[in-house]
């Protein structure tokens, strides 16, 4: 009797696109840390989920919250878990070199630069008008994810629920974020776990 032999992929489910090589991550994490201008999140969902499609939607707002939780700059707790899941230890490192040299030498050169100019009321009002476009870039991001929802466990009512407690604690109460995470986040998790528990 013959071994059976996989089958091959069929034309119907084309493979994920997915990062070529370490050189790859770290150019694509370099060009997506140098877009970052008064707000990451909206530019790593375009690129990773819109533009490269490495993650869907779900995917991306279960990686991002992991990353939420977790010590360090959001983004870069992300780059480091997608270089890890492509390429391992290696992989790790590419998506963090690139998502921190570059921007780190363009900081520190604006930060000579703005210690020259800073005193000038343009500059200072010029700062504050971006203020305004991150808000809007964090806001449009929010709406384009919580469409990911609409497949979740819990279903789009009690999200709706946790999601308004979020901001209330948030912008009304105050709340710091270390109180938010564990005891809104806890729910949530003990929530969905109880729900996908046989």
């Known amino acids: 009797m013959a071994p059976a032999t996989a089958s091959p992929p069929s034309p119907e489910t084309p493979a994920r696109p997915q990062p070529r090589n370490p050189?790859?991550?770290f150019w694509s994490f370099t060009w997506?840390?140098?877009?970052?201008?008064?707000?990451?999140?909206?530019?790593?969902q375009r690129e990773l989920v819109e533009k490269k499609r490495w993650m869907t939607n779900e995917e991306?707002?279960?990686?991002?919250?992991v990353a939420q939780i977790m010590p360090g700059p959001n983004v870069v707790n992300l780059s480091?878990?997608?270089?890890?899941?492509?390429?391992?230890?290696?992989g790790?490192?590419?998506?963090?070199?690139?998502m921190l040299t570059f921007p780190l030498m363009l900081v520190l050169a604006l930060a000579v630069v703005y210690?020259?100019?800073?005193?000038?009321?343009a500059v200072a009002g010029a700062l504050r008008g971006m203020g305004a476009v991150a808000a809007g870039l964090i806001a449009g991001v929010g709406i384009k994810l919580f469409v990911s929802i609409r497949n979740h466990p819990l279903g789009r009512p009690l999200c709706l629920a946790i999601t308004a407690l979020t901001i209330i604690a948030m912008a009304l109460l105050r709340w710091p974020l270390f109180w938010i995470l564990p005891v809104i986040g806890g729910a949530a998790c003990l929530l969905t776990w109880r729900k996908l528990a046989p």
Do not use: C, K, N
């Open 92 to 98: 790790a490192f590419a998506a963090l070199a690139g």
């Open 60 to 65: 991306f707002v279960e990686d991002w919250a």
């Open 32 to 44: 997506l840390a140098l877009q970052g201008f008064g707000g990451v999140l909206a530019v790593v």
């Open 80 to 90: 480091i878990m997608i270089g890890d899941r492509y390429f391992g230890l290696l």
């Open 115 to 121: 210690a020259q100019f800073s005193a000038q009321p």
């Open 23 to 25: 050189t790859d991550l």
